[in-house]
């Protein structure tokens, strides 16, 4: 059962700038998510503006793109390799963000990479056509990884009924799906888009590169957890056994380490616009928007490959308030595309026809 006190503040307030609200949680290691624990929040300011909107400022004004751009052609050029070989690894799934850095990586940056795919639990039929079309007009090489469909379904099933969390399963596969392909391909650099912080962690977490190791690695495959149960315990209670788990078991640290394999986001040396990653990569690798509005907000290009990701947002609604309009319109007015006034009515419009379906 969900625990009812997940540490939010019982005061809520909206930031100033956007209209994020301090019940947003920050990232966490997901295997390592327990029921009860409590959630890490988005930080404020004394002047009531988020921490999202504190670095979307540091981002356009105290940050020399030109310089970071430097750093980058530095890195891919200690990785580049010059027998044909792969040297860059991209999880993703085809839309707009891993459409742009795999393209601009490969055809900008001359770079040679492998693109991974952690296969949604569910392709919405606008996602199944940008998958294909990223891959055949982008001209990238990829594998697409399927898990288990029955451990999935359960995994979904208790981290849904446990946690209220039923995108668990896919998070934790999406994270280590790069680090594992990388062991086996002799790849030493994986490169993810933006860095999560930038949405809401603590801004420090912005200063680095890389991706902690503790998202995607650890000391102990039994020390992982599920819906808020260890692995050990589901396997003592199901058929399921080790060996079953085996894609959703993260890399050890050590081995990480003598490897050479290093986690970078792209969005530390490019300035990173969702918006304008989409204008890429509809030119670029005939990614499409979707027909009609997403479920519960006003946009048509974010998150539309997994018929699952508006149940998730379902729950983001009940557990934080926070719906899809809400994350969508705080997005674009730190992107300049919106005010914050125009954020304000599209969340109103768009949550209250999400809370009819929900309630009525």
């Known amino acids: 059962m969900v625990s009812k006190d997940i540490g939010l503040p019982k005061k809520v307030i909206f930031c100033k700038k956007c209209v994020i609200s301090n019940q947003r949680p ?60 792969y040297d860059i690894l991209i999880p993703g799934s ?22 991974v795919t952690w296969a949604p639990h569910l392709y919405t039929d606008i996602g199944q056509k940008n998958f294909t079309s990223w891959i055949h007009k982008g001209g990238l090489d990829n594998i697409l990884f399927t898990p288990n469909g029955r451990l999935h379904s359960y995994l979904t099933k208790i981290s849904f009924q446990n946690l209220l969390h039923p995108f668990q399963p896919f998070i934790i596969g999406q994270k280590i799906i790069g680090p594992k392909m990388a062991e086996k391909f002799n790849i030493k650099l994986i490169m993810y888009g933006e860095n999560q912080a930038e949405y809401g962690n603590l801004i420090n977490e912005n200063k680095k590169p890389t991706m902690d190791k503790s998202f995607f690695s650890s000391n102990n495959k039994y020390s992982m957890f599920f819906g808020g149960i260890s692995v050990e315990e589901i396997i003592k209670k199901s058929d399921f056994t080790i060996s079953d788990f085996e894609p959703y078991i993260p890399p050890h640290f050590k081995d990480l380490d003598d490897k050479g394999i290093e986690m970078h986001y792209l969005g530390y040396y490019v ?23 997403t479920e519960g907000t006003f946009s048509k290009y974010s998150g539309i490959d997994d018929k699952i990701d508006t149940f998730h947002y379902y729950t983001t609604l009940i557990k934080f308030g926070i719906g899809r309009a809400t994350y969508d319109a705080a997005q674009e007015v730190r992107n300049g595309k919106i005010t914050r006034n125009e954020a304000i009515a599209l969340v109103k419009k768009f949550i209250w026809k999400l809370l009819v379906v929900l309630f009525y």
Request: proline share 3%; glycine share 6%.
């Open 94 to 115: 085809g839309g707009k963000d891993s459409a742009f850095a795999s393209h601009v990586l490969k055809y900008k940056y001359g770079m040679n990479p492998l693109t």
């Open 26 to 85: 920050s990232s966490v290691i997901e295997f390592q998510n327990k029921i009860g624990d409590k959630k890490p929040i988005i930080d404020f300011d004394d002047h009531q503006i988020c921490s999202a909107c504190r670095f979307n400022d540091i981002k356009n004004n105290d940050i020399n793109w030109d310089e970071r751009e430097k750093k980058l052609l530095k890195l891919l050029d200690q990785f580049r390799k010059k027998d044909g070989g």
């Open 271 to 293: 300035k990173w616009d969702p918006q304008e990653m989409f204008y890429y990569a509809s030119e670029h690798t005939g990614f499409s928007a979707n027909d009609q509005r």
